[in-house]
C-alpha cells in the first residue's frame, strides 16, 4: 500500500517504494528529491535559507548545506549507495518584488544557487530542475518511477 510522506516547511523525509513524498506552499524555499532508483529509496527536503553559515540557529533541515548532508548521511544508512544517487529540484520564486532588488532580499535565487553548489560539491548529478518564476508550487515525488510531478496555481502543471 502507497503511503504520503508529508514534508513540512525545514523539513526532511526519507521514504522507500511504494510511498510517494510531497511538499507544498513552495515559494522562494526549495524542495530538493535526492534518490536511487535502483534501491528504490530517496528522500526530499524543504530548504528555507541558501546556508547554515550565515546565521545558524535551530534546526538543521532549514538550511541548504546541512539539510542536503542530514539527508545523504541516512540515504547510505539505509542501503543507499553514492554513485546511485541523483537529485530533482524545484521552488526558488522570487515572490516579492522589492525596489533596486538587492541581492540579498533574492532568497528564492540564493537558495537555488546554493542547492546547486551543495548537490555538485556532494557528487550528485542534478537531473532536472523547476526553479524562479514567480509563482509558488506544490511537488509530488514518485520513488517508484522518479518523476518529480510539480503543479503551480495558475501556471499548469508538468513532470519533470
Not at 521514504?15 to 528522500?43: E, H, N, W
Not at 528555507?48 to 538543521?60: A, F, I, T, V, Y
Amino acid at each position: 500500500m502507497s503511503t504520503t510522506l508529508v514534508v513540512g516547511m525545514a523539513d526532511y523525509k526519507i521514504g522507500r517504494t511504494p510511498d510517494k513524498l510531497m511538499t507544498a506552499g513552495l515559494g522562494s524555499c526549495i524542495g530538493i528529491c535526492v534518490f536511487d532508483l535502483y534501491a528504490q529509496i530517496g528522500s526530499m527536503g524543504h530548504i528555507m535559507l541558501p546556508s547554515s553559515r550565515e546565521n545558524m540557529k535551530g534546526n538543521p533541515a532549514k538550511y541548504a548545506d546541512t539539510c542536503l548532508e542530514i539527508m545523504l548521511e541516512e540515504l547510505f544508512r539505509l542501503a543507499g549507495n553514492r554513485l546511485r544517487l541523483q537529485a530533482k529540484i524545484a521552488g526558488g520564486a522570487q515572490m516579492f518584488s522589492f525596489n533596486g532588488k538587492a541581492p540579498l532580499l533574492k532568497i528564492g535565487e540564493r537558495n537555488a544557487e546554493a542547492v546547486q553548489q551543495e548537490l555538485k560539491k556532494a557528487g550528485i548529478p542534478l537531473l532536472s530542475y523547476d526553479v524562479g518564476g514567480t509563482h509558488g508550487r506544490t511537488i509530488n515525488f514518485d520513488l517508484k518511477t522518479g518523476n518529480l510531478h510539480i503543479r503551480t496555481i495558475n501556471h499548469g502543471e508538468k513532470v519533470i
